[in-house]
């Protein structure tokens, strides 16, 4: 058995539950996680979720050089990496290819808090200047992003998808599903008139009532 394998489990439940939920698709979109050693657990490129197992996740450093696995990591290692290596607190990625976060990313536009879901991500979720999928860049714009909020949870991809960083695994994959219901409710209630985002006060009552949702 793998010296990895919680991580490697970890990673490969998270995919699991983002592909049921339908946030990701075929084999577009990637999860990672930080290892205990402080290498990288991260999905592999190319391979369709419905026939990935937990022994096709791949463990790599943070140089991208492969420790362990037989398949190709992830295109997106570069972004990956870039933001492990920037922020230690990180020991979480998911990338999501979620069609409502994917049509604010091609718009343009900001996600704001306007409901509870929309508190997940610590903040208004910006959106990246545009950087081709694979690049170091991609992960650059990612930081750019999280250093003008810190604490911030999630950045959307300019014409791309959705980046969620967090401490841990279950936090990540969750924000990212709470995004994307937050980037459809926008979507539909600009259809019925003017969204209204929370107020900071608004937002501090929230966190006051309910001390379970993490902040």
């Not at 492969?66 to 990625?93: F, Q, R």
């Not at 690049?135 to 014409?159: F, I, M, Y």
Request: proline fraction near 5%; charged fraction near 20%.
């Amino acid at each position: 058995m793998s010296i990895y394998q919680e991580e490697k489990q970890s990673v490969y439940n998270a995919t699991m539950a983002l592909y049921k939920a339908g946030l990701i698709r075929l084999s577009a979109g990637n999860i990672s996680q930080r290892t205990y050693d402080g290498n990288i657990a991260i999905t592999p490129s190319g391979l369709p979720y419905d026939v990935m197992s937990v022994d096709d996740i791949v463990i790599i450093d943070l140089e991208s050089k492969i420790i362990e696995g037989e398949l190709k990591p992830s295109s997106e290692v570069p972004m990956h990496t870039a933001i492990y290596k920037s922020i230690k607190e990180v020991n979480a990625i998911v990338h999501t290819h979620s069609i409502y976060a994917i049509t604010f990313a091609v718009a343009g536009q900001p996600l704001e808090p306007v409901c509870v879901e929309g508190l997940a991500a610590r903040g208004t979720v910006p959106v990246a200047q545009y950087a081709a999928p694979g690049s170091t860049k991609a992960g650059e714009v990612v930081l750019d992003e999280l250093r003008k909020q810190p604490g911030l949870r999630a950045v959307l991809l300019r014409n791309h998808g959705l980046v969620v960083v967090a401490a841990d695994m279950e936090t990540a994959w969750q924000t990212a599903y709470k995004v994307e219901l937050q980037a459809q409710i926008i979507l539909q209630a600009r259809i019925l008139g003017t969204p209204t985002a929370l107020t900071n006060e608004q937002i501090e009552e929230i966190y006051q009532i309910y001390r379970n949702i993490k902040r």
